[in-house]
Structure formats: C-alpha cells, structure tokens
C-alpha cells in the first residue's frame, strides 16, 4: 500500500462519535511509514444531498465511485489488519497537494 490509495477498511469497533463499520478510507501516511504494521488513514464517507462539505474537508467530485467527502478531522492510524482491500489510487497531483494543505490547516495555531 502506498500514500494516497483508497482501501476498504473495517474501524469496528468504535468509540463515541468516530467513523465506524466498513467503509473506505484514504491512506495519508508516508510510503516509508508504510513499511511497519500500521498507516495512518482518513475516513471517507458519501455526500448527502445538502451536506455541507467544511474546510477541514476534502469534497471528492469525480475521483470515487460517487461524490464523497474525506473527514480530515477523524484522521487516525489503524493496524493494517483492519485493510480489506484496494479501491483506488488519488493520482493527481493537484489533488493530493490540496489535501495535505488541509491537513496542514488543522494543525496550525489560532492564536
């Protein structure tokens, strides 16, 4: 597996408000970090009709299946037991750049 595939996972079980059941994920964890046993993911979860998509999101319009959005606020590393299988790969680089800069605006300071 490599940053910026797709995989269905299983995140069961849960706890509170995480993303839980079988559902893809986006693999954002470097290609070195991806030798060990985990990698560090972030759900994806299908676009409802009005669903607002917010800037800590990434609305994918034609990349997957159907419109999707990636939950950059449930970011978290799983065992790589938890993998099923390969979706896809996020090829463009536009894209992928994009996503990191989201990630990178969840971590910078508000003060």
Do not use: A, H
Request: hydrophobic share 35%; charged share 25%; with cysteine.
């Amino acid at each position: 597996m490599k940053q910026y595939d797709v995989y269905l996972v299983n995140l069961n079980p849960t706890i509170g408000s995480e993303q839980f059941g079988k559902r893809p994920v986006l693999i954002v964890s470097n290609n070195y970090e991806n030798l060990i046993d985990i990698v560090t993911i972030i759900p994806i979860t299908s676009q409802k009709e009005g669903r607002r998509v917010y800037p800590n999101e990434f609305l994918f319009k034609t990349e997957l299946e159907k419109p999707s959005i990636l939950l950059c606020q449930q970011i978290r590393t799983i065992s790589k037991k938890r993998l099923i299988k390969k979706l896809t790969t996020i090829n463009n680089p536009k894209t992928q750049k994009k996503i990191i800069d989201i990630l990178c605006m969840r971590f910078e300071s508000l003060n």
